[in-house]
């Protein structure tokens, strides 16, 4: 698993969003503002989570962003997956994004991999966006 500023900035704009959506719809400038973020970047990471269906989007002068569900069922597995893809550490051990590697062959290193991944996608699991506000 390497953690992207896809992965990074998704995350910081969710906890962003779910902190200040009491207020109304967070901006997209208000998150870049916050944390020193590129804005076309920003832009397209915030799409990604649309997509996902983890934030709506309103246009206009009150327009802005807010979650789509609530934060406590946001992990943060679900939004590195999304981001990143796989959590393992080798893509053999992966339960999502599984493809064939070299290092099959090798199966004491292959359960040591299994168990990173168990501890990574266990901790990434438990934890949810309300856990950070």
Avoid at 6 to 17: F, H, N, P, Q, T
Avoid at 74 to 97: K, Q, Y
Wanted: hydrophobic share 40%.
């Amino acid at each position: 698993m390497r953690l992207t500023t896809r992965s990074e900035y998704a995350l910081l704009a969710l906890v962003m969003i779910a902190r200040e959506q009491k207020d109304g719809p967070v901006q997209t400038q208000e998150i870049c503002t916050q944390y020193d973020l590129s804005k076309k970047y920003l832009e397209q990471i915030l799409l990604a989570l649309k997509r996902g269906g983890y934030i709506r989007s309103r246009r206009g002068y009150s327009g802005g962003h807010e979650l789509a569900m609530p934060a406590d069922k946001i992990t943060l597995a679900e939004i590195v997956r999304l981001m990143d893809g796989a959590l393992a550490p080798v893509e053999s051990v992966s339960e999502f994004f599984f493809a064939n590697t070299p290092i099959e062959g090798e199966k004491k290193l292959v359960k040591e991999f299994r168990t990173i991944r168990d501890y990574i996608s266990d901790r990434m699991e438990s934890r949810t966006i309300a856990d950070f506000i």
